[in-house]
Every structure is written in structure tokens, then in C-alpha cells.
């Protein structure tokens, strides 16, 4: 396996990370959002309706727990940097397809290159295996090239073996099941959180 592929499949999961990070930093604020809009609904709602016998508190009520909930979050939203993290992972990509030009040059010093890149990965979190995965399986889908019988990869060679068209990998029965596992579980608590506030109302109309 080239070191130039090792950068090249390092560089499309750091893309992926920094989606994922930017994807992250947009639902937050959208749940921020929401949150905001649902809890000073429900307020006015409160007050300008009369609740039922023994229900009069509801509007201070739910104004306190839903401003409590958008100040929990919003901190800890703050917490996370999303795009601040997403910024340092895309000036990381960046740098390592220097790396990849460098490394594919004649006679190019792997060595330091190698020393190089290792400083550049340190500069910055590290993609999960979530990046990896996606990157894999994303590359391999969108891949032209024709899957090669023998290798059973999706590559080109020359005369004297060496890949010049194609990948060097593809995704297992593992890969493709972790993306769908990870994908069913995002999902899930997006739902989850989408609903809480709607699940807050109803817990405080039971309980008031």
C-alpha cells in the first residue's frame, strides 16, 4: 500500500469529518431555534387561553422550563465549537493534498514527507471511523472505473502492476452495515430531540 494512498483515503475522511462537524453545527442551531419558537408559543398560548381549573401556572411554568432547556443547550452547543473543530480539520485536508502531490512526484522523499504529514495530523482532531467509513463507501459507489475479476476492486493497472486508474480498497459487509447502524442512530436522537420539547409540554400538563 503507497503512502500516497494512505494520504489521498486520509484526506476524503477529514471531508467527511468536516461535513459531519458543519451538518452538526446546522441542526444545532436549528434545535436552538426551535426550542426558542416552541417555548414562547406555548406561553402565549398559556396566556392568552384560559387552562383549565388548577392549570393557571402553566404559562410560568413552561416559560421557566423552556428557557432553561434552550440556556442548557446553547451552552452546551458552545461547548462542542462545531465550526471552529470543522475549520481546523479543513485547513488539514488542504495541507495534505500538497502532501499528495509531493509523495506522487519522481523520486519524491517519502521520509520526510512522512515526518511532515504526522505533524500535520497532530495539528487537529482526528476523523472517526464514521469519516473513514463513509469516505470508503462513497468513493466506492461513485468509482467509474470497472471492478477489475481478479482483484476484486475497482481499479486499473499498468504493465508493470501499478494502479493508475481506480481504488486500492472497497468497503466490506462491516463498512456498509457500521454507515447504516451509524446513520439509524443520528437519526433517531435528531427525532428525539426534535420531539423533546413536545414531550416537555406534555409531561408538564400531566404533572401540573
Not at 509531493?102 to 500535520?120: F, G, L, R, V
Not at 476484486?152 to 462491516?174: A, F, H, M, V
Not at 457500521?178 to 400538563?205: C, D, G, H
Request: charged share 20%; glycine share 4%.
Amino acid at each position: 500500500m503507497a503512502f500516497s494512498d494512505n494520504v489521498w483515503w486520509t484526506r476524503k475522511a477529514r471531508i467527511q469529518a468536516e461535513k459531519r462537524l458543519l451538518s452538526n453545527a446546522f441542526q444545532s442551531q436549528l434545535l436552538l431555534l426551535w426550542y426558542s419558537f416552541f417555548g414562547v408559543a406555548v406561553s402565549i398560548y398559556y396566556l392568552k387561553f384560559t387552562p383549565s381549573a388548577g392549570q393557571e401556572d402553566l404559562a410560568g411554568i413552561s416559560w421557566i422550563v423552556y428557557s432553561v432547556l434552550v440556556l442548557s443547550m446553547s451552552g452546551f452547543i458552545a461547548g462542542l465549537s462545531f465550526k471552529e473543530r470543522a475549520s481546523l480539520i479543513k485547513e488539514s485536508y488542504e495541507t495534505l493534498n500538497t502532501f499528495l502531490h509531493k509523495a506522487k512526484e519522481e523520486n519524491a522523499d517519502i521520509e520526510q514527507i512522512s515526518t511532515e504529514y504526522e505533524q500535520i495530523m497532530g495539528l487537529c482532531e482526528n476523523h472517526t471511523d464514521y469519516d473513514y467509513y463513509l469516505a470508503l463507501c462513497l468513493e466506492y459507489v461513485t468509482c467509474i472505473v470497472p471492478l477489475d475479476p481478479k482483484t476484486k476492486l475497482k481499479q486499473k493497472k499498468d504493465s508493470n502492476g501499478k494502479i493508475t486508474e481506480g481504488l486500492d480498497r472497497s468497503p466490506t459487509w462491516y463498512h456498509w452495515l457500521s454507515i447504516t447502524w451509524w446513520l439509524t442512530k443520528r437519526y433517531v436522537l435528531l427525532t428525539l430531540l426534535y420531539l423533546l420539547p413536545i414531550i416537555l409540554l406534555i409531561a408538564i400538563e400531566k404533572l401540573a
